[in-house]
């Protein structure tokens, strides 16, 4: 309801009446009251439109700076125009996170993952298509389906590069002044920790290496220096993801597991003498059922469920394991997997999980001193090429 007013003699102005007391005090506590909660409302509006809603728990509500790597993993770079694996992507990721981490900075993370042809062929939920090689169709995918975004910032603040959150960060720094926006390419990472020209900046614009991401993280032989290991992002898959891997592992009860990767590790070339020589001269050999049966016969004991993770698509090539192990592979489960996996890298998320939750988990080749392997070549050779060995 409008305040009355009284007309005044002689000059035409219009004077509000005066309030009793009683009622201007009331006046006075509801405009507090509504001007609080309107501060409230643009302050959490600010955090919606950079993409995220705050919670206690978020980590992104600690920082209002942020890191940028890229549009895309290992870009830019020589992968621009090609793409990596799902393992490779993850430690240039992984690497990129661990410096927002250490600045304390929200990270702004590509929205979309390159799909790679070489690691992206169908036929491994559906047995009966394994050797007709299909690809899915989309070379790209939105890191949420591949991810638990909202999972990952309860340790490293993250805001997506979709036009929502990212463009309202560029236009804010474009307001506040060119200086907040801070480009930089070979600065380490306690540099731009210490030095002003860089801490103080709303965004700090990084060019990582143009061999891949990760090389910014060549340090990570020392221990200390890792801030987040190398099983953070295999514990963070989208929730479809991880409850699609707990539906499986419920049926599979108690069981083992080993990862078999052939296909694409198994490449050989002619040298000048034309004879075949292989970065993993063992590979092809150690990875046959005969040999596989052999070596992890002190590991896994016979009539245990073992569950295989291959990108081997040849039909019932593990056959002869079933002489003294109860099979399971992901084609088993096509009722949970098919309704929900749009590409390889969320599947190998979901195996993934499965083979985390093994009691003995065998893996291709060791990354750690710890690790039980199938094959014991090194699987970080990049240089020498031996020939093949298929004898025993």
Sequence with gaps: MAIPYRITGGHGR???LPLPTARAILAAVITGAV?????????????????FQPRSVDKRESSRKYLYWGARIDCPGKHCSSCAGLGHQESSLRCALEEALFLDRIFVMPSRMCLSS???????????????NPRWETSYCAMESLYDIDLISKTVPVVLDNPRSW????????????????????VSRDELKDNPLYSDALLVNRTASPLAWFMECKDRTKRTSVMLPYTFLPTMPARKLRVAARKIK???GEYDAIHVRRGDLLKNRKDRFGVERSLHPHLDRDTHPEFIKRRIAKWIPKGRTLFIASNERTPGFFSPLSDRYKLAYSSNFSGILEPIIENNYQLFMVERLIMQGAKTFVKTMKELDSDLALCDDPKKNTKNWEVPVYTR
Excluded: M
């Excluded at 609080?36 to 950079?50: A, D, P």
């Excluded at 070489?118 to 007709?132: C, R």
């Design 14 to 16: 219009r004077s509000p």
């Design 35 to 51: 001007l609080s909660i309107l501060c409230v409302l643009s302050f959490t509006h600010s955090f919606s439109y950079l993409g």
């Design 118 to 132: 070489v690691h992206n062929t169908k036929g491994i939920i559906d047995s009966s298509n394994a050797t007709s």
């Design 167 to 186: 463009y309202g960060i560029v236009s804010r720094s474009t307001k506040l002044g060119e200086g907040d926006v801070a480009h930089v390419q070979g």
């Design 250 to 252: 419920e049926i599979l």
